[in-house]
């Protein structure tokens, strides 16, 4: 089964960049049909997704947040990463790691506070 876990700083000044990182354990991100998102929820506000890397490495990103952030992956260690430039207080929320396969299901990470604030 698959398991998410985010890892990254809890606080990130304004102006900086928010780097997170989701290790995928119990299933291959380049496992055919398995896509892998950023969702975050700021507070008091619904979910919002930020973008997504597919199996075969194609990305996509909404289009309000495509002009700062950035998703990758590291096959080697099973992991996908999100990076966010120039945040804002805006920018304060939980962010998710979230998983969809074809025929599989999702499964969603824990969840990691990010705070901006100087």
């Known amino acids: 089964q698959v398991q998410l876990q985010e890892s990254g700083p809890g606080l990130v000044k304004p102006s900086q960049t928010l780097s997170l990182t989701c290790t995928v354990s119990?299933?291959?991100?380049?496992?055919?049909?398995?896509?892998w998102s950023w969702i975050r929820q700021p507070p008091g506000k619904g979910l919002e997704r930020m973008g997504a890397?597919?199996?075969?490495?194609?990305?996509y990103y909404s289009p309000s947040l495509k002009s700062h952030t950035s998703i990758s992956r590291d096959t080697s260690k099973n992991q996908f990463s999100l990076q966010l430039s120039s945040v804002t207080p805006e920018d304060t929320a939980v962010y998710y790691c979230?998983?969809?396969?074809?025929?599989?299901?999702?499964?969603w990470g824990q969840g990691t506070q990010v705070t901006v604030s100087s």
């Open positions: 890397i597919a199996y075969d490495g194609s990305t």
């Open positions: 119990g299933g291959s991100i380049t496992t055919s049909y398995y896509y």
């Open positions: 979230h998983f969809v396969g074809i025929s599989v299901g999702e499964k």
